[in-house]
């Protein structure tokens, strides 16, 4: 069944400590997003890929990286530099082209501890 | 600039009464328009979307949306809501150059 899966669910982060989130998606989707969801908000685009090995900046970029090494993988890390990190980050994902709609992963709540 | 507001953050209608959740958007070429639904601790799924074809849009789960160019519009509607209706809802907008916008969201709350 394809889809797009998010690990962990939960993450716990520690001051000063980078993380990883990761996102897999087996659509055979050239595009992938990374947004972080915030209450009241709306989603916010932290970085998107629109092909492997390449990579653009969204509107909140400061404080994460990622990388596309893979067409199937599109990993997120949150850096130190993040100083508010907590927020529920979503992952999705799209087919190449103009208005195609967007396949979403599960999330990741990240709370800092 | 494009721009999507959603007029509503919360909506609250008695289950099997008509839903209705707005959506007003701004852009400088002809949008594509979306609505997504996202459950608590979830994803956000596709209802429907405009892509210029039909200005009326059939969606899942009996929601349909009307674009209105005249009022700038892509409201969101159900004849009858049930209660797993509850959950919150998104307008997003995507232009020419597949900017992508969302809206703020709009939490659907059905009464018994």
């Known amino acids: 069944d394809g889809g797009i899966t998010q690990s962990p669910k939960y993450l716990f982060r520690k001051e000063g400590q980078n993380v990883t989130l990761s996102c897999e998606q087996n659509l055979n989707h050239d595009a992938m997003y990374w947004y972080r969801q915030d209450p009241g908000q709306g989603l916010r685009l932290i970085y998107y890929s629109q092909i492997v090995n390449d990579f653009q900046k969204g509107d909140i970029a400061e404080g994460y990286s990622v990388s596309r090494e893979k067409k199937e993988s599109f990993p997120l890390t949150v850096t130190s530099a993040q100083k508010n990190p907590t927020a529920f980050y979503l992952c999705?994902?799209?087919?190449?082209?103009?208005?195609?709609?967007?396949?979403f992963g599960d999330g990741t709540r990240l709370s800092i501890l | 600039a494009q721009s999507v507001t959603q007029l509503d953050s919360h909506v609250s209608v008695s289950e099997g009464t008509p839903v209705l959740l707005r959506c007003n958007y701004s852009?400088?070429?002809?949008?594509?328009l979306f609505w997504y639904v996202q459950h608590p601790n979830k994803g956000l799924q596709l209802l429907l979307k405009?892509?210029?074809?039909?200005?009326l849009v059939k969606g899942i789960n009996g929601f349909e949306a009307e674009f209105k160019k005249s009022e700038t519009s892509f409201h969101l509607t159900k004849p009858s809501a049930h209660m797993s209706d509850a959950a919150e809802y998104f307008c997003v907008v995507s232009d020419l150059y597949n900017k992508i916008i969302f809206g703020k969201g709009t939490r659907l709350h059905i009464l018994p």
């Open positions: 852009s400088s070429y002809s949008p594509s």
């Open positions: 999705a994902s799209s087919m190449a082209g103009l208005n195609q709609p967007q396949h």
């Open positions: 405009y892509t210029s074809a039909a200005t």
